[in-house]
């Protein structure tokens, strides 16, 4: 199916423009002394021209890091610095010298870095400290890439900030100004002042093309300063802010900064409550400028249908785009299919997300408020003052009317396994019953057994995925589970993990196969499925080589890839 034939081949292509790179990825290395770290300080030291050194997916103390900084102190051609995930069990304590030695031994070198990425450890403000003096060294002159993802940094994004801005100061006047392109920072509880900090920061460099700080606590005060730096930065392709709280307040500037960016691919506002008249400064702009937009997320953002028309129609002038996510909003049944009949018109009907968690418009919320108030009026002998009390456990009281919970099913007429396939959405999946997993094997029958039929059942379940409900998470396992077990008992494994990486978009396959536009889902189900037991652990390394691998669809998905790997690295 695939364009590869077998793991060894897959395994081959992962090399990079052919970088020298020394990896002890994932192999879950406990070096606490020198002489632990033996087998990678030998690996460093004959390895001529090593310009990468991988680390992640071990443990690395105090006295086996100064033995590796030893090591690299005779590689002055050494660039990427990939040391995530690298003192797992360690006390906060012993992370900073450990950092500090780490960094002296690149320094001694002369080494220019390219990428440093220290993402995935706890170290908090402490490790900022431990990497300051390397950070306004010239070996940070030339950095690129800047990952510092789950850090825990806080306040350390103040000092963060400052040592890039004294970077680019001194590099300007040694006549090679810092050029970072790529900031990533996510859940590290950055908050207002490190979002400050850090946008005059951005502001100053100028060069910056991805800029990630999902899930930090900033409001519409630290995202208006941030607004500021992003409208300087003319060669910004990816911006992903999500899960931070902009309100109109901080949506309409930042909506007024991207307008004139003519780079800009990726758009992460989701779950950033921008709410309508944030919506509404965003389609504004977004009609006018953004040309290569190619992604826009706006779920869960609190916004009603007439906004959500209006981000809809902004899309006309898209040519590239791929994702439009409006799910989780309040839209309602009528506004999702306009928004679907304008996407359809404008030729974009397969870039709409799935709007299966649509919170529904104002106006149906009102109907079944009064649905409900004439089961209140036929009551006897109730206190007006008082309310209803239900004794139906499916019933709420909501003033003096009683209104449904929100778990109760949206469906209330039978739904088969067939209108799932052919429609799916998380309530219809739910609405199969317990018995959905064997609905949907008997709906594919024979078929099952293609990995072409079956993977794209796979896809279609994991793609109603929603992590923050348990209920629906738990039916698509079970769907998921069912489908991989028949593929993995019946077909070749390496053939059905090759069709799971066409999807995904990470090889090319026979059939032009159009990737699913956001694999975050994907990922997911495939993090609990790799931990079961009827999943071949010989593909385990498939998997791993084309995750590490740089890809601009799957590495928006933060989260979603490093709970993938990590389950992988613990098999």
């Known amino acids: 199916m695939a364009d590869v034939s077998g793991v060894t081949e897959l395994l081959a292509k992962t090399s990079v423009d052919q970088l020298i790179e020394v990896s002890f990825s994932g192999k879950g290395l406990k070096l606490n002394s020198a002489e632990d770290a033996k087998e990678v300080v030998a690996a460093i030291k004959t390895c001529d021209g090593m310009q990468s050194l991988k680390l992640n997916g071990n443990t690395v103390g105090v006295e086996a890091a100064k033995a590796l900084a030893k090591s690299l102190e005779s590689k002055p051609e050494f660039q990427r610095a990939r040391w995530s995930d690298m003192f797992t069990g360690r006390l906060r304590a012993e992370i900073p010298p450990a950092l500090t030695s780490l960094g002296a031994g690149i320094m001694t070198a002369g080494a220019h870095l390219v990428e440093l990425d220290l993402s995935d450890n706890a170290f908090g403000p402490d490790g900022v400290k431990a990497v300051r003096e390397l950070l306004e060294s010239t070996s940070c002159y030339t950095l690129s890439e800047m990952r510092f993802n789950n850090n825990g940094l806080g306040i350390g994004g103040k000092l963060m900030a400052e040592a890039l801005i004294t970077c680019h100061e001194k590099s300007t006047k040694a006549g090679k100004p810092l050029a970072l392109k790529v900031f ?63 309100t109109a307040k901080g949506a309409i500037p930042m909506a007024k900064a991207v307008k004139n960016l003519k780079k800009l691919e990726v758009i992460n506002f989701g779950d950033c409550l921008v709410r309508s008249e944030g919506a509404d400064a965003i389609a504004d702009s977004l009609r006018e400028g953004v040309p290569n937009l190619k992604e826009l997320n706006l779920a869960f953002g609190e916004i009603k249908s007439e906004s959500a028309v209006r981000v809809a129609e902004s899309m006309d002038t898209k040519p590239h785009l791929k994702l439009l996510d409006l799910n989780g909003n309040s839209i309602g049944e009528e506004g999702i299919e306009l928004i679907q009949g304008i996407m359809d018109a404008n030729n974009h009907a397969d870039a709409l997300g799935t709007m299966s968690d649509d919170e529904g418009s104002d106006e149906e919320e009102d109907d079944d408020d009064d649905e409900y108030e004439d089961v209140e009026d036929d009551e006897d002998g109730e206190d007006e003052k008082g309310g209803l009390e239900s004794k139906d456990p499916h019933l709420q009281i909501k003033g003096t009317a009683i209104s449904p919970r929100r778990e109760e099913p949206k469906y209330m007429i039978p739904v088969t396994a067939a209108d799932f396939l052919a429609f799916p959405t998380a309530d219809k999946l739910q609405a199969l019953g317990n018995q959905r997993a064997e609905k949907i094997l008997q709906e594919l029958g024979d078929e099952v057994y293609e990995e072409s039929a079956g993977i794209k059942a796979f896809v279609k379940i994991s793609s109603v995925m929603d992590q923050k409900n348990n209920n629906v998470k738990n039916a698509v396992y079970q769907c998921a589970d069912a489908i991989l077990k028949k593929l993995f008992d019946k077909c070749k494994a390496e053939t059905v993990v090759n069709s799971v990486l066409v999807h995904l978009g990470l090889i090319k396959g026979e059939e032009k196969l159009k990737p699913v536009g956001d694999p975050s889902g994907m990922l997911l189900t495939l993090e609990h499925a790799v931990k079961q037991h009827y999943y071949p652990k010989s593909t385990v390394q498939i998997f791993q080589a084309f995750l590490l691998k740089p890809d601009n669809r799957i590495d928006r998905c933060v989260k979603e890839k490093h709970l993938l790997l990590q389950a992988l690295f613990q098999i």
Do not use: C, W, Y
């Not at 400050?196 to 093309?209: P, W, Y």
């Not at 208006?224 to 902009?246: G, P, Q, R």
């Open 184 to 246: 990533i920072a996510g859940r590290n509880r950055l908050e207002n002042p490190g979002a400050i900090a850090l946008a005059k920061a951005f502001k100053t460099i100028g060069t910056l093309e991805e800029i990630a700080m999902p899930q930090n606590g900033i409001n519409h005060e630290g995202v208006t300063a941030l607004a500021e730096a992003v409208e300087h930065s003319h060669n910004l392709k990816i911006l992903n802010l999500n899960d931070n709280t902009f």
